[in-house]
């Protein structure tokens, strides 16, 4: 079928939900992700206004050829590759279809980033991006655009999984999509640096099934340290819902809650602790969003709350804490205005309608948003 997206039309296969279809047979093409691909061209666009060198862009799984084209769209020397040789010659179709100039090739991502340098390296597999992280983080020249959807083993609900792909120790809490872009954002960063390069987050979000982050990589071994330094644990207590976080990547969690007593404590880490994206870069992002863009409006909620929401580890979830105070909800800017007037810093969070950070103390948002 034919597919108009973005000011491109490509010819696809049957669309399919990855999140609750899989990836089935056949070339894959995921309509859902029209979010994330809308979000990619406008972040295509303001990266090159700030890095005007970076020209080249690998689309490391072409699939339908459908982020690829749309990047060749902005003038972008795109390379579509892919292990299928029917994707491959969808991707090339597409292509020639829009008279965009681009390269499809068979190849495997990881023996083709070991040959050939790109500036702009986008890695959207179907599940985790890990077994393709050190070929693109080592060989990029300016940024690695990364999706997973591998969402369960990133926050913790498949914790075994998500210890062996991530070497890092995830929680199953109530702010689940926090915690899937930390480790991811750990995961990353160790991984560059062991190359002496800094991955440094300048956009990421949450949306539906799959997180994405967008690093700039930046070869100074300096700058690689000083992203190290900011991975550390976050400390979660599942009776009062406490949080609190260390930097360091030796772990001192308390035996029991400083606030409650209790004991039932989880501990997480090494995670980011960092801020996840650039605020200037994310509003320039967001300037870039057309009206040509299905998402568009989408696009621009998400990328104003990203740019403004507070760099804290973790988020709250308004319903939840409601419901254990026995209260109703009220109107969350309603609820983040009382804690802003009692003196506390509150913003919304991008991942869901319910969702806020603040420096309060769950007490001192009980306490701040009493009627």
């Not at 393709?132 to 914790?159: E, I, K, Y």
């Not at 949450?206 to 994405?212: A, E």
């Not at 330094?229 to 976080?245: K, N």
Request: proline residues 5%; hydrophobic residues 35%.
């Amino acid at each position: 079928m034919d597919v108009r997206e973005g000011g491109v039309e490509v010819s696809v296969p049957d669309a399919r939900d990855g999140a609750s279809e899989g990836a089935g047979d056949g070339v894959f093409y995921n309509p859902t992700q029209e979010l994330n691909r809308d979000v990619t061209v406008a972040t295509l666009r303001a990266y090159r206004e700030r890095e005007p060198r970076a020209s080249s862009y690998l689309d490391a799984m072409a699939a339908s050829g459908i982020r690829g084209v749309r990047a060749a769209a902005e003038g972008y020397d795109v390379t579509c590759a892919d292990v299928d040789p029917d994707a491959v010659e969808l991707a090339r179709e597409n292509l020639a279809r829009n008279d965009l100039d681009g390269e499809a090739i068979e190849r495997d991502v990881n023996a083709l980033l070991y040959e050939s340098l790109f500036d702009v390296v986008d890695l959207d597999p179907f599940g985790t991006p890990i077994p393709f992280a050190d070929a693109a983080l080592s060989n990029a020249r300016s940024m690695v655009c990364v999706t997973a959807t591998d969402t369960a083993p990133l926050c913790g609900a498949h914790q075994r999984s998500g210890i062996r792909k991530y070497s890092t120790l995830p929680q199953n809490t109530d702010y689940h999509p926090e915690m899937g872009l930390r480790v991811l954002l750990s995961a990353l960063i160790r991984t560059a640096a062991r190359y002496d390069k800094a991955a440094v987050p300048i956009l990421s979000h949450v949306s539906r099934h799959y997180v994405r982050t967008y690093l700039q990589i930046d070869a100074r071994a300096t700058q690689a340290d000083e992203l190290i330094d900011r991975l550390g644990y976050v400390h979660h207590c599942e009776d009062c819902l406490r949080r609190t976080h260390e930097v360091g990547l030796i772990a001192h969690p308390p035996d029991r809650c400083d606030a409650c007593g209790g004991d039932r404590l989880l501990s997480a880490g090494p995670l980011y602790l960092g801020p996840i994206r650039d605020a200037d870069f994310v509003h320039t992002v967001r300037e870039h969003v057309t009206d040509e863009m299905g998402e568009a409006a989408r696009a621009e909620r998400l990328l104003e709350t990203v740019a403004t929401e507070l760099d804290t580890p973790t988020h709250y979830d308004q319903h939840r804490l409601c419901k254990q105070w026995s209260r109703s909800a009220p109107a969350m800017d309603d609820f983040l205005a009382s804690l802003r007037d009692a003196g506390f810093a509150a913003t919304r969070a991008h991942y869901s309608g319910t969702a806020f950070k603040t420096d309060a103390t769950v007490p001192e948002i009980r306490d701040a948003t009493a009627e």
